[in-house]
């Protein structure tokens, strides 16, 4: 497992833009896969968007040409650009890693128990 911070969540009106970062403490973002969940008031964590340690990109149906994962490996960050941003992506947002970067990744990525380390979470509300 890893250590994982997150950061740039807030409130922002909808059709703003918002970025988050997360920052595996201790490791190389390089060596992991990463990836994005939310989690609704109600609702269960969801699959956002992932990267592999290839680097294929990854996103649920509902954020894409919306939202864009990168990986910056000079800063040894994951970020989670988010454009045109709709009432409906409120919720805390976790970044997530598979630390070992296992090969059964690339078919379960978009399930959460794929995933070892989690951030602690970051508030992204959209006011309508």
């Known amino acids: 497992q890893v250590q994982l911070v997150e950061s740039g969540g807030g409130l922002v009106q909808a059709g703003g833009s918002l970025r988050l970062s997360c920052a595996p403490s201790?490791?190389?973002?390089?060596?992991?896969?990463m990836g994005w969940f939310r989690q609704a008031p109600g609702k269960h964590r969801a699959f956002v968007a992932a990267?592999?340690?290839?680097?294929?990109?990854y996103y649920n149906d509902s954020v894409k040409g919306r939202f864009t994962i990168s990986r910056d490996s000079a800063k040894n960050m994951v970020y989670l650009e988010m454009n045109i941003l709709e009432p409906e992506d409120t919720a805390v947002y976790y970044c997530?890693?598979?630390?070992?970067?296992?090969?059964?990744?690339?078919?379960?990525?978009?399930?959460?128990?794929?995933?070892?380390?989690w951030g602690q979470g970051t508030q992204v509300t959209v006011s309508s």
């Open positions: 997530a890693a598979d630390s070992k970067g296992r090969r059964a990744f690339y078919y379960r990525k978009t399930d959460d128990a794929a995933y070892d380390s």
């Open positions: 201790g490791s190389t973002v390089n060596s992991h896969h």
């Open positions: 990267v592999t340690v290839s680097g294929d990109i």
